[in-house]
């Protein structure tokens, strides 16, 4: 079977995505309502969902995914479930790493099975495994280990850091570059192979009715690698504000860190710091012949803008609206 091609007398149209309401949930139920699928998207704040509520085919329904009770009633009658929850710090205000990648796996998979969902598509990450340096990537390693034993139809994404319009990535070191007169990097060597989130997305769509992709993994990365130097001086190119950048050392990078981490807002934590020591890169082609977008190509359209409107959504994007 080609790559890409979708296999139509397995008709998946109702489609239940888990974190629907997240910057690469957004994208992913934009395209499957282009193509007409029924789309589910539970959330406990229908704020955050509200540009989806606009969409004619996406029910936001108001619930709680850690409770099995919601969970299982919002994947009941779903053909296929996304599962894209993560987050990048632990605790304090927000889910534990364990609680959101793996007793959610967990949970999610027991509700697929006892409410006859096979199909689940899961979001994990490069670098995930279960001795991993950071413990985000571990639990995001236990997860995927959960969830290639579940003995469903499953598929795992794996990609590096992703990058878009309402990135918190690309948009965080945009903010810093047009505040700071020089920018102090921790770890400026660390490697990153961004990928653009509508090619994370489309990868997850076409994946759906594709029978080949059943109990598979995929990297997915874009077609350049970066270090951390080199995407906070291409950010600066692009934006029009070009900064000295002092990297720092080993050592430095991490006691950064943990200033960070002590922080109300936190920019970095020791995890993530933990993290960076694994490249976020991949050699293996892009999959169901998509071609990843480079990033010189897609992200001067929102980080070269500086009119009103594009600064009142920066605004709104720090708020998390």
């Known amino acids: 079977m080609p790559a890409g091609q979708l296999v139509w007398n397995m008709e998946i149209n109702d489609v239940c995505v888990i974190g629907g309401s997240g910057f690469v949930g957004r994208h992913i139920c934009h395209q499957l309502a282009a193509l007409g699928c029924r789309v589910r998207v539970p959330t406990r704040d229908r704020e955050r969902a509200k540009r989806l509520i606009l969409l004619p085919t996406v029910d936001v329904i108001a619930a709680d995914i850690h409770d099995p009770q919601d969970l299982a009633r919002v994947v009941r009658g779903s053909e296929a479930v996304i599962n894209l929850v993560g987050?990048?710090?632990?605790?304090?205000?927000?889910?534990?790493?364990?609680?959101?990648h793996v007793e959610l796996a967990r949970k999610l998979v027991a509700a697929c099975r006892d409410n006859g969902v096979r199909r689940l598509l899961h979001m994990s990450a490069l670098g995930a495994a279960a001795q991993a340096p950071s413990a985000y990537l571990r639990t995001k390693g236990e997860a995927e280990t959960i969830v290639r034993g579940s003995g469903l139809d499953a598929t795992l994404f794996r990609p590096s850091v992703i990058?878009?319009?309402?990135?918190?990535?690309?948009?965080?070191?945009?903010?810093?570059?047009?505040?700071?007169?020089?920018?102090?990097?921790?770890?400026p060597g660390a490697r990153f192979q961004p990928v653009f989130v509508e090619d994370v997305a489309a990868a997850f769509v076409k994946s759906l009715q594709n029978l080949d992709a059943f109990g598979k993994s995929y990297d997915l990365c874009g077609p350049r690698i970066y270090t951390l130097r080199e995407l906070v001086e291409t950010v600066g190119a692009l934006i029009g504000r070009p900064r000295p950048i002092i990297g720092l050392n080993d050592m430095l990078s991490y006691w950064q860190a943990f200033a960070m981490e002590l922080s109300p807002v936190k920019l970095m934590t020791r995890d993530n710091y933990y993290s960076m020591k694994v490249d976020s890169v991949c050699a293996c082609d892009f999959p169901f012949g998509i071609r990843p977008a480079a990033l010189e190509a897609e992200a001067p359209e929102?980080?070269?803008?500086?009119t009103p409107r594009t600064r009142y959504q920066r605004f709104r994007n720090r708020a998390g609206r």
């Open 163 to 187: 990058f878009g319009r309402d990135d918190s990535f690309l948009n965080l070191f945009a903010g810093l570059l047009r505040l700071l007169p020089v920018v102090v990097l921790a770890s």
């Open 87 to 100: 987050v990048l710090h632990d605790g304090r205000g927000q889910r534990s790493f364990r609680e959101a």
């Open 302 to 306: 929102w980080l070269a803008q500086n």
